[in-house]
Every structure is written in structure tokens, then in C-alpha cells.
């Protein structure tokens, strides 16, 4: 089975998974993602039978399609992460979650359910597409994903209806059935993680009362309800990804600049900086995760790769060893290479001075050795 993915942020952060919706890709997720690459490594996928994933012709089960998780997860060599998954790709987390809960750290389930649909209208579905192809309802089902003001003021709905038409059959006909026949009404109590349920108002497939009986059953969940459809990641991308954001990392901006901080600079500086801290120190303590890793890094404007390049080219010439030799092990934290540290001291040598370059050159080489990186 070859699966389509695409994994992106610093190497440092936890991994955030996205699955898609029936008929979507992983493109589904492009707005969200900016707003979440200062705080997770994010991993997006095209469900089997989807996007630039392999159709296989075999009978797909919600097992299989799970299954193709772990093996992805596996390829990468990622042990464990923190789920989204939104309509069908909803009720893979749900079975994520139930046959492997080491591998799920929190769970988000979007506009799903425990049992999506009855059997005769998934029957007739599936029939309709094999016969006409998938142009017989993608008029209707853009209707279903998006609300009216979306549809008629946004050009993503065009851009999604595009994704749709470009569908599989076979693929998308295969993976109804899966939304057809997953019911995990008897087994949800069994999902033990953390779990956030999000649905749309206005959603007609995935209702308020499907989200409200997943998180009465899962043991540890809440509801968010949005003003939207059932692809309410497509339509409101900021507000999803600050409720992951808020869930996954915290409410208060010291809470997100503690993360982006430990991401940056690693749990075991950020662990002996708390350990050191004081009743001398503690307002500037509180300061640095407010202003600089609260207010600033977490920014999702700039990568944090770029803001470690800007920060060495700017610490060259202040000449602050600590914090020079500090950022140099924080900028591999965010994939800075070796040759590309290499060429910002050289450069900074025609702006900053030799002089300065050169003693850069000698912290950078005594942090390299430290961290075994080859010269």
C-alpha cells in the first residue's frame, strides 16, 4: 500500500495527525496548518483510495484503514501522536484510539460520529457513483460541507468540489462503505485519551446530537460547537486551530510560550531554568515566556527555522557567547543544517565584521563538536 503524506515542521515538536473527510484529501487541512507549525511537527495523509494515496480494489474495512495508520506511523518511526481526524477520518481516530491507545496522545474527532448514516442510503450512494461517477452528487455535497455565506463568498469551495471530482470511484466507493459499516456505539467507552469533539450548527450529516453522544460515552471529552457544516475545518480554519492549540497546548500565552520554548530550546534547558528560578528572577522568567516564545515565536507568519537564522545573524554581533552557543543547539532543534550554518557566519562576516565572524565560528565549532554533528 503506497500512502501519499506529507510531514512538515520542526523535528523537535510533537506530531500532530491529520485524516481526512470521505471525498477530501489532505489538502483539506492547508489553512489550518500555518497556525500550528510554531507549537507540532504536522502529518497529513490521503486516506487509501484518495488523493496521490493507492486505490486498492479490495473490500475496505475502518480496520484497514486504521491499520494504514500504524504502518505510516511505523515508516516514519513516530511512536505516538496527537489525532484529528474529521468525519470519516473521525471514525479512524475513534478505532485508533480503541485497538492502540499507546500510539494516541489526545484525540480530536471533527464532525463525526460513533455510527455515521444507514446502510440503505450508503447502498444507493455507492451504486449512483459507480454508475454515473462522482459529478452525480458533488453539486449536493458541497451544499452539505459548506454553508451558503461560504459557498458564495470563497473560492475554497471550488477549490474542495475540484478535490472531489478528481475522487477515485472506486477509491471513494470503497471507503463509503467503511463510513457504512463502522459503528463503534458498544466499544467508544473504551477510548481512554483526552478528547476533544467538534461539530458544526448547521451540520446535516454529523449532527449536535452525534458529537453530544460521543462525548457523554468517551470518559474524558468536551464539545465545541462552530457556525459551520460538515467540513468545518475547510471553513473555519483560524478558529479550529486555535481550539486545537488551546486543547493540546494551553489557554494562556504562557502556557503556548512554555511549549514553543521547550520546543526550541529543549525540555532539559527549559527544566533547568525552572529549577533555577527564584524569587530574584521569577518576573523575568515570566517575561521570557510571555513576550519572546509566547508573543513572538508562536507567531505562525514565519517558520521557526527562519526565526533561529535571524536570531544567530543578529546574536553574531552582540557578541553573547551563552546565548549565541544556546540558539546554535536551538536552531538544530528547527532542521537548521550544518552548511547552512556555515554560510550565515560567513555572511555575517561582510555585515557584521570578521572579527565577529570569527569568534562565531569558534562557539559554533565548540557546540557542534557537543552535539557529535559532522564538520
Known amino acids: 500500500m503506497i500512502t501519499n503524506y506529507k510531514l512538515e515542521g520542526t523535528p523537535n515538536s510533537p506530531v500532530l495527525l491529520f485524516s481526512n ?26 486516506t487509501r483510495g484518495h488523493g496521490g494515496s493507492e486505490t486498492t480494489e479490495e473490500p475496505y474495512s475502518v480496520d484497514l484503514l486504521g491499520i494504514d495508520v500504524i504502518d505510516l506511523l511505523n515508516d516514519l518511526k513516530i511512536d ?9 477520518g473521525g471514525l479512524i481516530g475513534q478505532w485508533l484510539s480503541i485497538h492502540h491507545p499507546q500510539r494516541i496522545l489526545q484525540l480530536i474527532l471533527c464532525n463525526t460520529g460513533a455510527k455515521i448514516g444507514e446502510e440503505q442510503l450508503w447502498n444507493e450512494r455507492i451504486n449512483l457513483i459507480l454508475n454515473e461517477g462522482m459529478q452525480a452528487i458533488a453539486d449536493r455535497t458541497m451544499k452539505v460541507w459548506f454553508t451558503d455565506k461560504f459557498r458564495e463568498n470563497s473560492a475554497v469551495p471550488d477549490q474542495i ?6 475522487c477515485n470511484p472506486l477509491g471513494y466507493t470503497n471507503c463509503c462503505a467503511v463510513v457504512r459499516d463502522a459503528d463503534f456505539r458498544e466499544s467508544i467507552s473504551k477510548i ?19 458529537a453530544n453522544f460521543l462525548t457523554t460515552n468517551i470518559n474524558d471529552a468536551r464539545i465545541e460547537v462552530l457556525h459551520a457544516r460538515h467540513l468545518s475545518a475547510t471553513e473555519r480554519p483560524e478558529k479550529i486551530a ?3 492549540i488551546d486543547f493540546l ?11 514553543v520554548r521547550r520546543t526550541v530550546l529543549g525540555t532539559e534547558h527549559v527544566d533547568r531554568t525552572i529549577v533555577n528560578k527564584n524569587s530574584f528572577n521569577d518576573d ?15 507567531r505562525p507568519a514565519m517558520s521557526k527555522h527562519n526565526r533561529s537564522l535571524i536570531t544567530l545573524a543578529m546574536l553574531i554581533p552582540l557578541n553573547k557567547e551563552d546565548e549565541f552557543k544556546m540558539h ?26 570578521f572579527p565577529a565572524a570569527n569568534e562565531a565560528y569558534k562557539l559554533a565549532e565548540e557546540v557542534l563538536h557537543e552535539l557529535g554533528k559532522e564538520i
Open 284 to 298: 523575568f522568567q515570566e517575561l521570557i515566556a510571555y513576550v519572546p516564545w509566547g508573543s513572538v515565536w508562536a
Open 192 to 210: 481512554s485519551v483526552k478528547t476533544l469533539v467538534i461539530t458544526g450548527d448547521e451540520d446535516p450529516i454529523t449532527t449536535e446530537e452525534h
Open 328 to 353: 546554535v543547539r536551538a536552531a538544530f532543534n528547527n532542521g537548521l543544517t550544518v552548511a547552512e550554518l556555515k554560510e550565515l557566519i560567513l555572511h555575517s562576516s561582510i555585515y557584521c565584521g
Open 249 to 259: 497546548v494551553g489557554h494562556s500565552i504562557k502556557e503556548k510560550g512554555m511549549h
Open 161 to 166: 468540489k475540484q478535490q472531489f471530482l478528481d
Open 21 to 46: 473527510s470521505l471525498g477530501a484529501t489532505m489538502h483539506m487541512w492547508d489553512a489550518v496548518v500555518p497556525y500550528l507549525l510554531p507549537y507540532f511537527r504536522i502529518l497529513r495523509y490521503d
Open 80 to 88: 505516538k501522536v496527537a489525532f484529528c481526524g474529521l468525519s470519516m
Open 242 to 244: 486555535n481550539l486545537l
